[in-house]
């Protein structure tokens, strides 16, 4: 006999199980290790940019339905900037691939999220976690000392060498 805690847990496994079967592979190497499923489409075509500043709200979960994190309940946007190794790997990926208003739920694999080590006391080692996403903005990176806009960097594809060239160094732009 199963009790009410285990069946739920069984039921929300089952229902990752459905969700992953939907949805779409971000990761570059195919491996399935961050899915995504759009639960509401975005505003419009634009993506975030390697080094954006961008505002999200999320949720995080365990695959048995037991909160983690989230944002919403301290009722603070979380920022970060993209790319840049500040967040998980899972969604440096995922929410690269989002636009402005869209929410859609991460899946993420153990060596896309907190892998081996899991996060203790909150995340087991191994876990695949489950992330209810919104994409509130993001804006380009402000070069500028008083941080005015006055100059925007905005990064479409990251390169190779060097982010900064010599003087006389040959630039390609």
């Known amino acids: 006999m199963t009790t009410g805690s285990e069946q739920k847990g069984t039921e929300r496994e089952a229902q990752a199980a ?4 939907n949805a779409a592979d971000l990761t570059p190497s195919r491996d399935r290790g961050v899915l995504k499923v759009v639960k509401k489409a975005g505003l419009d075509d634009k993506t975030p940019m390697i080094g954006d500043k961008v505002f999200v709200h999320y949720t995080g979960t365990l695959l048995n339905g037991k909160i983690f994190d989230s944002s919403r ?17 899972a969604w440096d990926i995922g929410v690269a691939s989002m636009k402005k208003g869209e929410v859609c739920q991460l899946i993420c694999k153990p060596n896309y999220a907190y892998g081996a080590a899991g996060s203790p006391p909150k995340v087991p080692p191994n876990s695949t976690l489950l992330f209810e996403v919104e994409l509130i903005d993001f804006k380009g990176e402000d070069l ?11 990064i479409r594809k990251k ?7 010599n003087e006389g160094a040959a630039v390609e732009v």
Do not use: A, M, W
Not at 159 to 165: D, M, R
């Open 18 to 21: 459905e969700l992953e079967r």
């Open 73 to 89: 309940e301290r009722n603070e946007q979380f920022v970060f900037d993209l790319g840049k190794g500040q967040v998980l790997k």
């Open 159 to 165: 390169g190779h060498g060097y982010s900064t060239p």
């Open 144 to 154: 500028t000392d008083c941080e005015d806009g006055g100059i925007i960097r905005r």
